[in-house]
């Protein structure tokens, strides 16, 4: 382009000429405001502190009116106009100008002025005005104003320079600073800025923020904590964050969006759906409207620091469960011994007296009925002694499967028809070390309960797995050992159970039956049983969500089959054989003594075993 093009240059003199016409003479507001454009800049003579915009601007220039009524007397004393491009150029000029203010005649001389003029669809328009008022030192420079205007260019451009470079270390600071934090940094950005207050219709703002706010940046510590690529994150909305909760999200975004900051512990979940637990600071950004445009995050993850706080608190509470089971077992197994002792002597007279010939019909159906009684008092001590582990379990090499499949054929018998029976059973399942009679009483406890947990119907399930457990995994389970195990899971669809009740679930007759339909020891004897084959069981339930007990036994990987032995039942004969008694109990030593005499048995008794020597001494061989 030329830069000399007379034509232009005419151009931007003519509206440099409108504009001292506008100004200084006709002082037209109006006309004025039309010459300038929207980004007018001011330069010198205080305008660049004062004028800060057009409408400051604006402002300047009414005061300048209202305080000089009168019209300025001016003489342009010379001007130049610059070319820079073909729609930009630079006026300068240097006048005289005299004019009235407060009744004061007020005259300045050598008055300079440089002018930005821009051109756009043929209108000429200012956009950057500087004054300069006069100094006796360029008094007589006439090419002043130019050259003023490259030296306060060339001072600005350095600053600019020196302040470019500042930001750029801050920037370079705050970039490395956010890239290399061990703690998750993000921002998320909304499509458009949304308005929150009192007058809000906040669900449907929610409502667009979930759809609308994206991740705009993160840092590697963030994709670390969620275990993904900058390409799958950026760009992840609320509603990907929080699909597997969204009334969670809705309630935290809410509180953000109300406070303008948050911090909270929550759990949301890492990109494979693992869970994710963090500690997170969030922070609304808002624009000069006061919208919220978005907000910064920085989050910790505190995932195992929530497993090792839950591990204490669960090991507090096996702790403590194993130290109350333990005083139980104590007290229980006392009691069992007593009266398993009482029921013996009470029996073995009932079945002698039922053999005598004297009783009458009427008599023996009545010691029938004591016979039966005295039968479920037996198995009731019989689970006192499984749960306090006086029973020790006669152990073999078991198919846990095999005795799954056997008790199922029995429930497909016994259950009401509204429970539905299914079996997920590993066929590739381990032997373990146990004894069957235990282990189908455990399956038989645990799936009656199940179905008493659903009156009205449901389905019950029984599978089988193998298990290799971790240090990690046995950690609140000190009894429990590393290696193969087999867990037997049996579960419902029932009612379901709250934590206080859990908690008191294999405590000595409690029940959550109604009365008459329980006795309290069939899960004290489960826990009884597991704990005397060296397993664990965990229990998971929720009121209305069913129950599910999950019971793991060490695998026998090295244990081989024992052999079976089938004797043919004898029927004991008496003769010339001397047999010594030996209890402490009177009522059974001499129960016995007589139980063997009727069979022609010579019997001797003793209450000791001190005793038993001294009698042994005067009648053995």
Known sequence: MNLYDPVKIAKFRNAFQRYLDVYLTNRDLASLKEMLADDLCGYGSGLDEVCHDLQDGMRLFARDIS?????????????????????????????????????????MNHFRMMMVLHEDAGIVKISGLHVSFPTIEHEGDESYPLKELEERNELLNRKVEEQTKKLLEKQQQLEMFFSQSLDG?????????????????????????FAHQRVTKVNQAMLKQYGAREDQFLGLTPKDLFKHDLPQGRNIWKGLFDKGRWHMETDQRRLDGRQLWIDANYICLFDHEGRILGHFGVQRDITDKKRFDQEQKNFRKQLVQAQKMKSIGILAGGVAHDFNNLLQAMRGNIELLARNEFVDPQSARRLQIVNRSMDRAAKLVQQLMLFSRKTKPSRKRLELNQE???????????????????????PCLLPISGDPVQIEQLILNLTSNAVDAMPEGGTLTIETRNMELTEDEIRIHPSATVGPHVMLTVSDTGHGMDEATIEQIFDPFFTTKKTGKGTGLGMASVYGIVKAHGGFIQCSSKP?????????????????????????????KGGNETILVVDDEPEIRELNKEVLEDFGYTVYSASSGEEALDVYREHGP
């Open 544 to 572: 209305g969500q069913g129950t599910a007990f999950n019971v793991f036994f060490p695998a026998a990987v090295d244990l081989k089959a024992a052999p079976v032995r089938s004797r043919a039942e004898r029927v004991p």
């Open 67 to 107: 305080s000089a009524p009168n019209p300025f007397k001016y003489k342009i004393r010379n001007q130049d106009i610059k070319l820079l491009d073909a729609r930009n150029a630079i006026a300068v000029c240097e006048l005289d100008f005299e004019t009235i203010i407060l009744g004061q005649i007020i005259k």
């Open 404 to 426: 799954v499949r056997e008790t199922f054929r029995m429930l497909e018998r016994t259950i009401p028809r509204m429970v539905t029976l299914e079996l997920d059973l590993d």
């Open 185 to 209: 940094f993000f921002f998320m950005m909304l499509d458009e800025p949304v308005v929150w207050d009192e007058f809000a219709n906040k669900d449907r703002v929610l409502d667009y923020v």
